[in-house]
């Protein structure tokens, strides 16, 4: 990834610390936006009825293979801008358009300065635009003299209000009518009441004489087809078509990556962006504008009309092997409307200009490292974001690389250095969990660390914390019993443990061990084996991950086994990533391959490999939590609701099943009051619904859950899938 060390000096330690002191600063931002109860409740009442639209207009459609179109005519399109550029400014010349591109931001404004100056214009319309957004166009014009309006509903609110977007397509969703007509009562001086209409209608009218008076207008434009010079601008209320049409000027400011080259691309696009942006299945609006059209205002009775292309470092971008993909967006904001953490604290918390996980990484390359340094830590990992994509971004991915990146600009913070030195050393680290279980003796009780003083745990004492094992699953495992023992198995595996498992809840990995021992599956435990590395790539180390990541591939030779059996789905999914991890130019990157595409969950190798028929035993209310590393990383959904079900437990399913329980690795120690009102809305549910246990497939989860239900006084159980099925099976 060349782009990352472009243009920066190394502050080393300098930048850690600045980093800690603006990380408290931002969590204290969080922890306001937290107390925003009308904002919380709107995009709780969105994400519900998001998901359902969403789900209702793609029915249908074969959304993957409409994923892969869109992303790879996107790449295609970024891999020859220049070119699409050439040919749209040839077309749209042709037709009366005069066509620009600007290298920066501040190149873009000088020129719509310039384009007004020389036309006599001091009074501006404009419709919603992201890009005028990223290079701050209104201030620039403003500064400049000259009256600038929004006149998207949702724009004109927030400019009122001079604050910036909460979403990229809902700039207004964080405010309440109540909000919204103590606003209008302001601007009009009139009392307005809160009848959304009425607001509207406000609206309209004050707009109303904006267009007729303004002589510039200024659109942003989703598409610019390079065959016709025409561009494609996709609204919901209509206020584009007059921004476009009524003034004497038109200016359209367009990203470098809107350029594609016709009309049947911007077709494809279209069949997901609104689909993928609201659950709606079409826009209100959708115009075309080629050429320069009739104008009595203009002395040669023509529209003077501007495209000016940004390129504010995507050019760089398109180059990049890795982070190329970011310019496959399209806008559509679906990445913020799924994911937990923006759902949480909105967009003026989750973003700088742009908003949700592509704003995590935008940030960064368009607005640098100081406004992105926080932000882009902000992230649990859920893979959510990555999974509703209509453009297919492997957006956790480029969140990876982006603190990568950084962290690597700045010199590693303490927990970097310190998580790599132990976590490379698999000795060492095991020695050290070795003395932190005689040492945590006298704080433990009943499987519980007590009595850690508050000043230790600080804001993450909002769950009870698990002890480390009396005994690691490593001293338990006896390979003349699971291995020896069964002269012809079935099958053959190694099981990988995790740290978690092996150290924490080596109970998980035992009742699975017995259950596959009963299906004559030999099972192996290769002890040279350590962490599998997430942590590492979450804290953004690739090189210590990749270096764990070789380590594992000498310590368990996939050839030696059928399959490599996970009880963590994290660690799973993890593993699924070895071979990118290791890059292809390694030597042990065939072996990785190999290695990767042995690894299966212990659901699906009860359910798909070995068919196995659970005993029914005592019914019991049960809830499923979907691990995010097992349905969207591993991409196992049903098997193991439908092991439950064959359990004969009464499974009780809810609209929150997938959501991540807020744990995401270090993320919760990092940013607590997050990971607690995440969790907090689950246990209001299973609560709600009076389960009995809470059944997953990660120790990771359990750990989140088991812990916080324990200090909230929740009496429902939580155990993992091999736990609840041993119960039963093996009675
Ligand atoms: S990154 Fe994907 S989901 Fe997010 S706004 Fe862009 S296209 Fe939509
Ligand atoms: S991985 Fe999850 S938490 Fe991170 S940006 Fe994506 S949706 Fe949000």
């Not at 290298?103 to 419709?127: F, H, M, Q």
């Not at 529209?303 to 470092?313: A, E, P, R």
Request: aromatic share 6%; proline share 4%.
């Amino acid at each position: 990834m060349f782009l990352s060390s472009r243009n920066i000096t190394k502050t080393s330690q300098q930048g850690a610390f600045m980093s800690s002191k603006t990380l408290k600063a931002y969590r204290s931002r969080l922890r306001d936006a937290l107390q925003e109860s009308f904002q919380r409740k709107a995009l709780d009442n969105f994400t519900t009825a998001y998901r359902q639209g969403r789900e209702k207009n793609f029915s249908g459609i074969d959304l993957p293979q409409l994923v892969e179109t869109i992303s790879a005519l996107k790449d295609d399109a970024s891999g020859r801008l220049m070119e699409l550029l050439a040919d749209f400014r040839e077309a749209a010349q042709a037709k009366g358009v005069q066509v620009h591109l600007a290298g920066t931001a501040r190149e873009a404004n000088d020129l719509v300065e310039r384009i007004a100056s020389e036309n006599g214009c001091s009074r501006v319309v404009k419709s919603k635009s992201m890009t005028a957004e990223e290079i701050h166009l209104n201030d620039h014009l403003e500064n400049a003299g000259l009256e600038v309006v929004e006149t998207d509903l949702g724009e004109w609110i927030i400019q009122l209000r001079e604050e910036g977007p909460s979403h990229m397509v809902m700039p207004a969703i964080h405010l309440s009518r109540d909000e919204v007509s103590r606003l209008f009562t302001q601007v009009t001086g009139r009392e307005q009441d809160k009848d959304i209409e009425n607001l509207v209608k406000v609206a309209r009218r004050e707009l109303r004489q904006r267009f007729a008076d303004a002589d510039m207008g200024i659109t942003g434009a989703n598409f610019a087809l390079a065959d016709t010079g025409s561009l494609g601008i996709v609204s919901n209320e209509g206020n584009a078509r007059l921004v476009s049409t009524l003034p004497k000027v038109h200016v359209a400011i367009a990203g470098l990556d809107k350029l594609i080259p016709g009309m049947e691309e911007a077709l494809t696009i279209l069949r997901g962006l609104p689909r993928n942006a609201t659950g709606q299945a079409i826009t209100s609006y959708v115009s075309w504008i080629t050429g320069a059209t009739e104008c009595q205002a203009n002395e040669d009775g023509r529209k003077v009309i501007h495209v000016i292309f940004l390129d504010n470092g995507r050019r760089a971008l398109a180059e990049d092997p890795l982070f190329s993909q970011a310019l496959r967006c399209v806008r559509c904001g679906a990445c913020a409307n799924v994911c937990p953490v923006y759902r949480l604290v909105g967009g003026h918390q989750y973003g700088y200009i742009y908003i949700g996980a592509i704003g995590l990484v935008l940030t960064y390359f368009m607005h640098g490292r100081d406004k992105d340094r926080d932000l882009i830590q902000n992230c649990l990992n859920c893979q959510a974001c990555r999974e509703v994509c209509i453009a297919g971004i492997d957006l956790p991915r480029l969140i990876s690389g982006v603190r990568a990146a950084i962290t690597e600009q700045e010199g590693r913070p303490w927990i970097n250095s310190t998580a790599s030195a132990l976590l490379t050393h698999r000795k060492l680290f095991h020695s050290c969990l070795k003395a932190a279980r005689f040492a945590q003796k006298p704080a433990t009780r009943q499987g519980y660390l007590r009595h850690l003083p508050l000043a230790l745990l600080g804001d993450i004492g909002n769950k009870e914390l698990p002890a480390l094992a009396a005994q690691p699953f490593r001293n338990r495992y006896r390979k003349e019993a699971y291995a020896d023992a069964l002269p012809a198995p079935r099958y053959t595996v190694a099981v990988f443990s995790g740290c978690l498992q092996d150290f924490v809840y080596p109970e998980q990995l035992m009742a699975g061990l017995d259950i596959l021992q009963q299906e004559n599956v030999a099972v192996h435990f290769p002890k040279e084996q350590g962490c599998c590395g997430l942590p590492l790539d979450m804290l953004g180390e690739p090189g210590a991950a990749a270096e764990v990541a070789a380590h594992n591939l000498s310590a368990l030779d996939p050839a030696d086994y059928d399959y490599i059996l996970v009880f963590c789905a994290s660690c799973g999914s993890h593993l699924k990533n070895y071979p990118r991890l290791l890059g292809s130019g390694s030597g042990i990157s065939a072996k990785a391959r190999q290695f990767a595409d042995r690894v299966i969950d212990f659901s699906s190798f009860l359910d798909r490999v070995l068919e196995y028929q659970p005993q029914g035993g005592e019914s019991a209310r049960t809830a499923y939590h979907a691990p995010c590393h097992l349905c969207r990383g591993m991409e196992v959904r049903e098997t193991p609701r439908s092991l439950l079900h064959k359990a004969g437990l009464e499974y009780v399913p809810n609209q929150e099943e997938e959501t991540c329980c807020g744990l995401g690795g270090t993320y919760s120690v990092k940013f607590p009051e997050i990971s607690r009102e995440i969790i907090d809305k689950k246990l209001e549910l299973w609560r709600g619904h009076d389960v009995e246990q809470v059944v997953t497939d990660c120790p990771g989860c359990i750990l989140q859950i088991r812990g916080s239900a324990k200090m909230r006084g929740d009496t429902f159980r939580v155990v993992h899938t091999a736990e609840v099925l041993g119960e039963t099976s093996l009675k």
